[in-house]
């Protein structure tokens, strides 16, 4: 007896996709969970994404001097920066996300500095 491939049958393929309608819900609200206030928030919302284009403008105070970068050669100026340790990343990693979820971008911009070390940390010192 010969033995023989059993036939597969083959559904179609999906052609349509299941597309969100409402906005995904963000970190903030994923985390902090729904609102809860008398405020109406609409049910079914469509995101539209559009693209613009911007051209840039001459300063009008002195249209008629060009200057290029080669005239005024620009020497880097030296910023102070220590070596973050691992908590201070941690620590300014948690502030960062405190401060975004907060609402408070000095929180944020805070944790961001702590995390790479230009908070100023061990710059001040007192005894020579």
Do not use: F
């Not at 539209?48 to 080669?70: G, N």
């Not at 502030?95 to 408070?104: A, F, S, V, Y």
Request: net charge positive; hydrophobic share 20%.
């Amino acid at each position: 007896m010969p033995i023989r491939r059993a036939h597969h049958t083959t559904t179609t393929p999906h052609t349509t996709r299941a597309t969100r309608t409402t906005a995904r819900p963000s970190l903030k609200t994923r985390l902090l969970g729904p609102r809860r206030s008398a405020r109406h928030t609409p049910a079914a919302t469509t995101t539209t994404t559009t693209t613009t284009r911007t051209t840039r403008t001459t300063h009008a105070a002195h249209p008629t001097t060009r200057t290029t970068h080669a005239a005024h050669p620009t020497t880097g100026v030296h910023h102070q920066k220590r070596r973050p340790s691992m908590g201070d990343k941690i620590s300014g990693a948690l502030t960062r996300i405190k401060g975004t979820l907060t609402g408070r971008s000095g929180k944020k911009a805070a944790g961001t500095r702590r995390m790479n070390g230009t908070d100023g940390r061990g710059a001040r010192r007192t005894v020579y």
